[in-house]
């Protein structure tokens, strides 16, 4: 649960522009409607009521004048114990709005790649090849390998099975740290598959390593909640859930017939399964990664590239 002080800078923007209406004060000033919807909850636990305006985008609350301080006093004293919890080793949970331009870079990626791949014969280039990944440092094939496919059914289906499982992802990290998480899932994802299949020869591509790396951070953020939110009476630990549901999806549509690389599913989704756990706990730090957003796009595709460049250096 965020924490319910009222954000100073927010603040900030309706002290001399918001004029509060007769007979009441403002006891709370939000950036987002969920931090000011906790705080209302809190405000009608006391018995009191509540009104919340809208100006300059900040959610600002008020009550009755003769209430104001009481309950100024009651949302300092949650906000105080709620921040203790987050100390504790809770995350902060913060939803970022998702940036619809990541998915185009995406597209355009693996799309431009797609139609390039057999021009210039970058499937011999840039696939997962244990031996070389392994004997001979080429590790950027690792990345490399997640922008090629066998076919268009192969791109089309990574397509939107990223974009679905990107989306989520996005909106608990932001655009750029998300699309970063579930990037670095898929390398260490094809990294890992090459050593479980080393020294016996293994080529894969496509981004489906990735594609279930971000199912593995999704799992990863529902066990982080599961631990970090007041038990309950459950007959099974609340972090079984979660994991169920993450080895559910992986299971229908990770595993089946035909030239199927399990391994490097299963590899991307355990990969992505410990960022996730681990990047939940630490939510807040993603939130200020947030306004580096276009840093992070840039060194993103800046990394893509020198794989690419070192792959063709190598042939």
Avoid at 4 to 12: G, I, Q, T, V, W
Avoid at 119 to 145: E, H, K, M, Y
Avoid at 181 to 206: D, M, R
Wanted: hydrophobic share 55%; proline share 2%.
């Amino acid at each position: 649960m965020a924490s319910l002080k009222a954000d100073e800078n927010a603040l900030r923007l309706v002290e001399e522009g918001f004029e509060c209406p007769l007979g009441l004060a403002v006891v709370g000033v939000y950036r987002d409607f969920a931090r000011s919807g906790e705080a209302g909850l809190v405000i009608l636990a006391m018995g009191d009521a509540y009104w919340t305006f809208i100006h300059e985008e900040v959610y600002v609350l008020c009550v009755n004048e003769s209430r104001a301080e009481a309950v100024s006093a009651e949302l300092e004293a949650y906000a105080l114990l709620d921040s203790k919890k987050v100390q504790s080793g809770a995350y902060r949970y913060f939803d970022f709005k998702f940036s619809w331009l990541s998915f185009a870079l995406y597209l355009l990626l693996l799309v431009g790649v797609f139609s390039l791949q057999t021009p210039f014969d970058l499937i011999a280039l840039g696939r997962v090849d244990s031996l070389a990944i392994i004997d001979l440092n080429q590790w950027w094939r690792a990345l490399t390998a997640l922008c090629l496919h066998t076919d268009a059914v192969h791109l089309v289906s990574n397509l939107v099975a990223g974009m679905g499982f990107a989306f989520f992802v996005s909106r608990f990290f932001g655009a750029a740290a998300g699309w970063m998480l579930i990037l670095l899932s898929g390398v260490a994802g094809n990294l890992l598959n090459a050593w479980v299949y080393y020294p016996e020869a293994h080529y894969s591509i496509g981004a489906s390593t990735a594609v279930f790396g971000a199912l593995g951070i999704l799992t990863g953020i529902g066990v982080c909640s599961a631990l970090t939110e007041p038990q309950q009476r459950w007959a099974l630990p609340r972090w079984l859930v979660p994991v169920f549901g993450g080895l559910t999806l992986l299971g229908l549509i990770g595993v089946g017939d035909g030239p199927v690389d399990v391994a490097a599913h299963i590899s991307g989704f355990a990969c992505g399964l410990v960022m996730g756990l681990i990047g939940a706990f630490y939510q807040s730090v993603f939130e200020r990664l947030h306004r580096l957003s276009w840093w992070v796009v840039t060194a993103l595709f800046g990394l893509i590239g020198i794989a690419w460049l070192l792959a063709f250096s190598a042939a």
